[in-house]
């Protein structure tokens, strides 16, 4: 059994590691304050964006477009958003199960983001084209602008059929799903015509290659967002599961160090009890002779 001063050790180390658990909650928490923020911004300018885009694939004439135009498809690229960081719960496994189940079946090219799934997808001895790694916060914006160039090029130069985008959607702080986007070609839920009446300046095609990358970089920023809002909420809510079991580590210690304690006293006080009985018992022929 352990002694008092390994219990008395190990209660200062669970001590030290909950200051660590508190503080990277603190941080969690401010970080998911500031990305809800930035995600309530960003979620109507994609929502707009994602419903013209596949209100112009209902056009007749935009049938024959390379963004809207069914392809055989011999390569799909995925776009496999995670953290670069664990203490997060199961939020990277989730998500990157999730993509390995929809690339069943499909000859896939993986962008992947983050550390753990590149870590992942090396594991499963998947196609990793290309990993983006530490992106922070403040450059998310640029660099998905960045990386919708790198994905319109693939697309139009055929190295790659379908674009799908796999993410952590957020809905509040317990809740938040991994799900698969296609991006390209673009998706148009529904049947064709019904807008023909309408007119785009300067002309139908140059309106669709401008709008086609505002549509890819507003996906991929809004993916990035939504992702990183649910890594720290997952992160916080790990964080605080994390600290609640220090606490009871800690109290459990308390208890059984006291009961130690308590132990070693009554140990001593017998024993001290007992000799004193000892001396005063004394010896028969001494108190005759006192």
């Not at 050790?9 to 660590?20: A, D, G, K, L, P």
């Not at 209100?55 to 498809?73: L, P, Q, S």
């Not at 776009?79 to 719960?89: K, L, N, R, Y």
């Amino acid at each position: 059994m352990a002694s008092m001063k390994e219990i008395k050790q190990r209660i200062e180390n669970v001590s030290s590691t909950e200051n660590i658990i508190r503080a990277m909650d603190l941080v969690a928490s401010t970080k998911l304050h500031r990305l809800r923020e930035r995600l309530e911004g960003v979620r109507p300018i994609y929502r707009e964006l994602k419903r013209v885009a596949a209100e112009i694939g209902r056009e007749e004439k935009v049938k024959a477009n390379v963004f809207y135009a069914e392809r055989n498809v011999r390569s799909s690229l995925y776009i496999v958003i995670t953290a670069d960081q664990g203490f997060s719960g199961a939020y990277n496994a989730n998500i990157a199960s999730k993509a390995l189940e929809h690339m069943e079946g499909k000859k896939e090219k993986i962008l992947a983001v983050g550390a753990k799934g590149l870590e992942y997808f090396t594991q499963k001895k998947k196609n990793i084209i290309r990993k983006l790694i530490d992106l922070p916060d403040a450059h998310v914006y640029y660099g998905t602008e960045s990386l919708a160039g790198w994905v319109q090029d693939l697309f139009l130069s055929e190295q790659v059929d379908e674009v799908f985008v796999a993410y952590t959607r957020f809905h509040n702080v317990l809740s938040y799903e991994p799900c698969v986007e296609k991006l390209l070609p673009v998706p148009t839920n529904g049947e064709p015509g019904g807008f023909s009446s309408r007119k785009y300046e300067p002309d139908l095609e140059t309106f669709i290659e401008n709008v086609i990358f505002l549509y890819l970089h507003m996906c991929l920023f809004a993916a990035f967002t939504e992702a990183h809002t649910s890594e720290q909420a997952a992160r916080m809510v790990s964080m605080d599961a994390a600290q609640k079991n220090a606490e009871e580590m800690i109290e459990k210690l308390i208890h059984m160090y006291n009961r130690k304690r308590q132990a070693a006293i009554t140990q001593e006080l017998s024993e001290i009890i007992g000799g004193s009985n000892i001396i005063n018992k004394g010896d028969p022929d001494d108190k005759e002779y006192r």
